[in-house]
């Protein structure tokens, strides 16, 4: 008959459930997914297990919130629930966010907004420059920087580099927050960051 194990054995093990779940829902299905896939593998938290979704909605802030309740919910009732559940959304043009950081709010998701969109996130990897730029301009600057290739990023992409991409965004928006839309240009993506790092 097979020892049953000790209870140092025991207490040496770590119970899935210490293990937190973060759900990550982007509006963008191809960008935002492919960035905090490549994040959370490189930060690599023994603390966290993150899955990424992407909503195919088009631009629509209020959709992409209630995409993440609906995941959480559906996860919840097959016993496999999110223990933090967060949705990326950027500014854009959005006439919904306001009702987005509402819903959010009331059901306790990390609503994280990007001004003006998620692309200024990217090139803070690169540079510490807070102009202002619209989303053309934008567009044509990460180009320009390689960062982005049509809208995938490069294995080049200098992911390494997260934590200057966090401390231009704390210079440009130093009351950054969930549920909330900073100036432009802001981003609150250092939420997710500790986050990942099982830091909040």
Known sequence: MAKSASSSQRRRRSPRNLVKRILVVSEGE????Q??????????????STHVKWVGVGK??????RKCIELREDAANKEKGYDIC??????DQHALLDAACALARKEQIYL?????????????????SRSVLNSSKLDELVTKLGIIKGKALPASF?????????NVARIADPNLDIC??????SSS????????RGER
């Not at 629509?60 to 919130?65: E, F, M, N, R, Y």
């Not at 003006?116 to 690169?126: A, G, N, Q």
């Open 158 to 166: 200098p992911i390494e580099k997260v934590d200057a991409a966090c």
């Open 112 to 128: 994280l907004v990007t001004n003006l969109k998620f692309e200024m996130w990217l090139r803070w990897h690169v540079e510490d």
């Open 35 to 48: 960035y905090v896939e490549r994040l959370a593998s490189f930060l690599r938290s023994k603390e966290s």
């Open 86 to 91: 967060v949705s990326l959304v950027d500014v």
């Open 180 to 185: 909330r839309v900073g100036p432009d240009p």
């Open 30 to 33: 191809q960008t935002e997914p």
């Open 60 to 65: 629509d802030p209020l959709k992409v919130v």
């Open 189 to 196: 993506m250092p939420v997710l960051v500790d986050l990942l």
